[in-house]
């Protein structure tokens, strides 16, 4: 059974920057499209990042390009998501998520496995 654990989310300033870390377990990892989703609150839960399994393919939603860089560690078992230029709109619970396909895709739907989620927020 795959595991991801989100980490790195917590209170920055307008302007600032994070890095959020996902570190997958209990499986095969180097094979699938990884996806980065958040969930802002009274809100549903939205594409941000994904990634294919090699690392050289990235998808970003129009809202965080050029802000965000998602990347991943194969052999660490692990996926990045560098936020920068943060704006007080990205305050929001962020999700890792694991797709049993190479491909990338925005699709909630499409993914396999969820983390529970890292908090952000950004204050004015």
């Known amino acids: 059974q795959v595991q991801l654990v989100e980490s790195g989310g917590g209170l920055v300033q307008a302007g600032g920057s994070l890095r959020l870390s996902c570190a997958a377990s209990?499986?095969?990892?180097?094979?699938?499209?990884m996806g980065w989703f958040r969930q802002a609150p009274g809100k549903e839960r939205a594409f941000v990042a994904a990634?294919?399994?090699?690392?050289?393919?990235?998808y970003y939603a129009d809202s965080v390009k050029g802000r965000f860089t998602i990347s991943r560690d194969n052999a660490k078992n692990t996926v990045y998501l560098q936020m920068n230029n943060l704006k007080p709109e990205d305050t929001a619970v962020y999700f890792c998520?694991?797709?049993?396909?190479?491909?990338?895709?925005?699709?909630?739907?499409?993914?396999?496995?969820w983390g529970q989620g890292t908090q952000v927020t950004v204050s004015s």
């Open positions: 998520a694991l797709r049993h396909r190479s491909g990338i895709s925005r699709s909630i739907q499409s993914y396999d496995y």
């Open positions: 209990g499986g095969t990892f180097s094979y699938y499209a």
């Open positions: 990634i294919t399994w090699s690392g050289g393919s990235t």
